[in-house]
């Protein structure tokens, strides 16, 4: 069986360049896949799914004795895939390290694999077919039904609009409310609240209140808190969750998905009693010929092998594929339950729209996932050296990539390590969970993040770590560098910031061996506390910071919470808003070592924090631009001095070619370089080419 296959590939000429099957929104399942486009008598041509190539693959395998003997390439055509199902590859599809399968973009087309489905049948509402809730108000609505909503078969929280999201109808329309009063205060701010108290005609007891939920933002998370009652007299608004911490007066938040809130231009609301979604267009939207798409998947593609029992998927790439239109809603399987409506941190629970678990050698490239209301990408449990490169993920519900796990695997083939995010384009994320990240790293080591851009998320750019303290810890070895991060916490279109604690790099726990070097982090902008550049909290241990430029953020340049042994040195930290650099906990022994920075700003607040002289800062150049004393703590700087620090530092000009406009280059007579300081090459920050 396996010579009379092999005679009918050579018949076909592709012994020698590999094996190529087609798929196509033009194509049949039962032809046989080897013909880039059906034949004139419709009789062959491409395949119509990703999953029947992928089970030509295992035919192959199993023809070729169980390994691939040629590479295999599975082009798709341009155009839409709805899938009823994720796209599954298993251990079976894998390639080996002389034959790869690659599964990749025909020519230039563009291939999109959605996770969604296609809302039609829209038609205008006139003034009598409104709903009461909508009756006298001066909006042009646009319904649709839709039968597995009205049979509770689905629901879904994101809508897209020619490839552009809209909006769930929100109050207010910009901008945020304000807790009034927090009626159950507990002892620990561990623990959160069922209800608050409102500002007057902040909310009201509104028909479909059961239908809204709150969306409040504390301390470093957001709760999303379905209403189970509005009481308006006494201004309490009470939930089916509680939040995930204590709240507090002047918490911002907003209200989402009641239909009396359906105002504006891009609000829609789905009434799951009815079945009917209700939609205001844009100016610029035809709802006759609009292309609406809702999600209905969780995972667009999951790659599943087992690692525990050495089966991987191996050896295989992605290549020039689009992944869209994927929702992740809380389950009770969540571990926080079905009581609380959000996560300590990072929107961790969030899946990635892309999954590998128990994946090695496998790389995506040029590809993007946009339109997600969800994580963009994530290696999970066991993915071993795979890379992503030269991608784009935007548009978000949650964070870009997540590496790693929660918790610490013992047995090695389990452990993430040695992966590569590269060259990608990591934008406007955090849109359904503000919390979520960038870039997230937890127990695991040896990755690199390099030449990527991060922006505009409401919390952390990257985030390293998943243990509070000196316990044990796999995060070490990562290494950050050549990234552009910025505008985290405010985003580029001036919204927020809405959250506290963050950085444009955050670290947690043990980290031998790990750098974060040559990135350029500005705009980082905290709410109450902690717009930091780089934060080293809890645990931070054995961190090398060097080579970095840092400005524009809230708080600091630099901080660390609590942390020991790590290095500071050689980097640039401009124009904080509040202080230049925070320290918090005393510990009795070496915290960090601050050595050859340039520190300039404005203002007299140079260092705050937990001042007990065990760091050592040396060899520093430190100018305020305004003039005036600088103070580290509430000591001047003779005192600063006088108690061991900063000796051979100075107060200088460093000569920047042009502060001002953030070209940090210094001038050839520079102090600093006198001090050691070596120049920052910002040239080969950020992406290098074109991400598509």
């Given amino acids: 069986m396996t010579l009379l296959f092999s005679n009918i590939v050579d018949s076909q000429g592709e012994t020698k360049k590999g094996i190529t099957i087609y798929v196509s929104p033009d194509g049949n399942d039962k032809w046989s896949g080897r013909l880039p486009a059906p034949n004139r008598r419709k009789t062959d041509g491409p395949f119509a799914t990703l999953k029947r190539a992928l089970d030509e693959v295992k035919n192959l395998k199993a023809a070729f004795g169980g390994i691939l003997l040629r590479p295999v390439t599975i082009q798709l055509r341009g155009g839409l895939y709805f899938l009823n199902e994720p796209v599954l590859i298993t251990p079976e599809h894998s390639g080996n390290e002389q034959h790869k399968l690659t599964i990749c973009a025909y020519g230039n087309e563009k291939p999109i694999l959605s996770g969604g489905r296609r809302i039609t049948g829209w038609r205008k509402l006139s003034a009598s077919q409104l709903p009461e809730q909508l009756k006298g108000k001066p909006i042009e609505v646009w319904a649709a039904q839709i039968p597995e909503v009205k049979e509770g078969k689905w629901f879904f929280r994101q809508l897209w609009i020619n490839g552009r999201r809209a909006r769930r109808a929100r109050h207010p329309n910009n901008g945020y409310l304000k807790v009034a009063e927090v009626v159950d205060k507990t002892q620990n701010w561990f623990i959160g609240q069922k209800r608050f108290r409102f500002v007057e005609g902040d909310i009201k007891a509104w028909s479909t209140a059961n239908d809204a939920e709150v969306v409040v933002m504390n301390r470093w998370v957001e709760s999303r808190l379905p209403i189970a009652e509005v009481d ?353 906990r005393p510990e009795g022994h070496l915290r960090f070592r601050f050595e050859r920075n340039i520190v300039i700003g404005k203002g007299e607040r140079w260092l705050v924090g937990g001042i007990d002289f065990n760091f050592a800062f040396e060899r520093n150049l430190y100018w305020r631009e305004d003039g005036g004393e600088i103070r580290f703590g509430n000591l001047t700087w003779k005192q600063w001095q006088d108690k061991g620090m900063d000796k051979d530092s100075i107060i200088a000009d460093p000569m920047f070619v042009d502060a001002a406009k953030y070209n940090f280059k210094l001038r050839e007579q520079s102090p600093a370089l006198k001090l050691g300081f070596e120049p920052i090459d910002l040239s080969e920050v950020g992406p290098r080419g074109t991400t598509k």
């Fill in 232 to 584: 308006e007299a006494q201004r309490i608004v009470s939930f089916q969750k509680r939040s995930v911490f204590q709240l507090d007066v002047g918490d911002p938040y907003y209200v989402e998905h009641a239909i009396e809130l359906l105002d504006e231009p891009g609000e829609w609301f789905l009434d799951k009693r009815s079945g009917m979604l209700y939609y205001i267009p844009r100016d610029d939207e035809d709802m006759r010929n609009a292309d609406v798409i809702a999600p209905s998947l969780i995972h667009v593609l999951r790659a599943i092998g087992e690692p525990k029992a050495g089966l991987f998927v191996e050896h295989i790439t992605l290549r020039g594929i689009t992944f869209s239109h994927t929702e992740w809603y809380f389950p009770e399987a969540s571990k926080r339950g079905s009581d609380v409506g959000g996560f300590a941190q990072a929107a961790v629970e969030v899946p990635g729209a892309v999954y590998f678990e128990g994946a090695r050698y496998c790389s995506i490239e040029e590809c993007a996932v946009a339109h997600i209301g969800n994580y963009g990408v994530e290696f999970a449990r066991g993915c071993h050296n795979n890379s992503l490169k030269t991608c784009v993920i935007c548009d978000i519900g949650a964070g870009g990539v997540k590496i790693g796990e929660t918790r610490i695997r013992e047995d090695k083939a389990e452990q993430t390590f040695g992966n590569e995010i590269y060259n990608c384009t990591i934008r406007d994320g955090g849109l359904m969970f503000h919390s979520a990240v960038g870039i997230w790293v937890g127990q695991s080591y040896n990755n690199r993040i390099a030449h990527n851009e991060i922006a505009d998320f409401y919390y952390t750019g990257i985030s390293i770590g998943w243990t509070w303290g000196y316990g044990n810890s796999l995060a070490g070895g990562n290494a950050v560098e050549f990234n552009h991060v910025h505008h985290i916490g405010k985003r580029t279109n001036g919204d927020g910031p809405i959250l506290s604690d963050m950085g444009a790099i955050y670290t947690l726990g043990i980290q031998h061996g790990t750098v974060i070097r040559n990135n350029l982090f500005h705009d980082i902008y905290g709410l109450r506390y902690g717009g930091w550049g780089i934060y080293f909290d809890e645990g931070s241990t054995g961190i090398v910071a060097e080579r970095n430029i840092v400005y524009n953020t809230t708080h600091g340049g630099f901080h660390q919470h609590y942390g020991r042994e790590n290095i500071v040195r050689n980097n640039i930290f401009a124009y904080a808003r509040d202080h230049q650099l925070q320290v918090t």
